[in-house]
């Protein structure tokens, strides 16, 4: 590999990375059983049934299937670690 081109991967690199902590930009992702995260501002997590979210000492636990559930930013999402079935269920935050 020449200089050239180790200096284009090298900025391709860098600027991918720098996209994974932009708050302004939606992030998805999908959780499955045993998996938590705490909510950060624009962010989407796909959860299946038997989700709770905690926020403010307030608990919702998300059952069924195609159920959209609004958290704030540092709720925290925890899918039980027996959960099966789709991840159709949706849990969302905005930006502060």
């Known amino acids: 590999?020449?200089?050239k081109t180790t200096?284009?991967?090298g900025a391709l690199c860098t600027s991918l990375c720098a996209c994974g902590g932009d708050d302004t930009i939606?992030?998805?992702r999908t959780l499955g059983a045993?998996?938590?995260f705490e909510m950060r501002p624009n962010q989407t997590f796909y959860v299946p049934?038997?989700?709770t979210v905690v926020s403010s000492g307030n608990t919702i636990t998300i059952t069924g299937h195609k159920n959209t559930v609004n958290a704030s930013v540092g709720s925290v999402v925890t899918v039980a670690a027996d959960a099966t079935?789709?991840?159709d269920n949706i849990?969302?935050?905005h930006a502060d």
Do not use: R
Request: proline share 10%; charged share 0%.
């Open 26 to 28: 939606p992030q998805t």
């Open 7 to 9: 200096t284009v991967l």
């Open 49 to 51: 049934s038997n989700t």
């Open 85 to 87: 079935g789709p991840a």
């Open 1 to 3: 590999m020449n200089l």
């Open 91 to 93: 849990v969302l935050s």
């Open 34 to 36: 045993g998996q938590s």
